[in-house]
Every structure is written in structure tokens, then in C-alpha cells.
Nanobody, 121 residues
Framework: QVQLVESGGGLVQPGGSLRLSCAAS????????MGWYRQVPGKQRELVAT???????IYADSVKGRFTISRDNAKNTVFLQMNSLKPEDTAVYYC???????????????WGQGTQVTVSS
């Protein structure tokens, strides 16, 4: 039983900042990769950023230099600091985690409930 609970979304003006958080809870052995994806109605969900348990990071080209992903392994939490926000960043943002339930077994994907980010003047 695993849950990913997201927080931090909201309405912000262009050029503003938001910080998203996602905390994993429940019963599991370990967490491998964690990341953020976003989706606009009528479009496919797209990767924003991922971070491995060892700190290896991947960013989408559209957010490089503006967004920063980080994680706190002790708290099973991943963060997304979003600066210099643009209207095209408006989307529902979803947290994703690869969670391992036992040593020696491959991990399974879990998703958060989604949080709305709206960038508008």
C-alpha cells in the first residue's frame, strides 16, 4: 500500500515561482527514481524532470535553467522548484516514483493525484 501526496500548486503570475512537494508513504522496501510529469487537456503527459536515488538528474529542454528537482531520501520526498514561470507551464503536475517492495525485485511505478499549476496575469 503506497500513496504519493502532492502539494504546492496554485495560481502565479508570469515570472513568478512555485515549489511543489511529493511525499511517499506506506509499506515499501526502497525508492529508486522519482520525478515530475505534466499534462494539458488534449495533449500527452510529458516528462518535466527526474532524479535517481543517487542524485542523477534529467530535465526536459523546455524547463532547463528554470526548474530544479531535488529529493530528501530520509523523508521519502521529492521537490520541484519552479522559477521564471511562463503561461505555457500551465498544466496538471504529477509526481511519479519507482518503488521497490522487496530486495532483488524490480520496482513498480506509482503516481500522485496531480496538482494544478496556472500561470496567468
Amino acid at each position: 500500500q503506497v500513496q504519493l501526496v502532492e502539494s504546492g500548486g496554485g495560481l502565479v503570475q508570469p515570472g513568478g515561482s512555485l515549489r511543489l512537494s511529493c511525499a511517499a508513504s506506506g509499506s515499501f522496501f526502497s525508492i529508486d527514481d522519482m520525478g515530475w510529469y505534466r499534462q494539458v487537456p488534449g495533449k500527452q503527459r510529458e516528462l518535466v524532470a527526474t532524479i535517481s536515488s543517487g542524485g542523477r538528474i534529467i530535465y526536459a529542454d523546455s524547463v532547463k535553467g528554470r526548474f530544479t528537482i531535488s529529493r530528501d531520501n530520509a523523508k521519502n520526498t521529492v521537490f520541484l522548484q519552479m522559477n521564471s514561470l511562463k503561461p505555457e507551464d500551465t498544466a496538471v503536475y504529477y509526481c511519479n516514483s519507482e518503488i521497490r517492495h522487496a530486495m532483488g525485485y524490480r520496482p513498480s511505478d506509482y503516481w500522485g493525484q496531480g496538482t494544478q499549476v496556472t500561470v496567468s496575469s
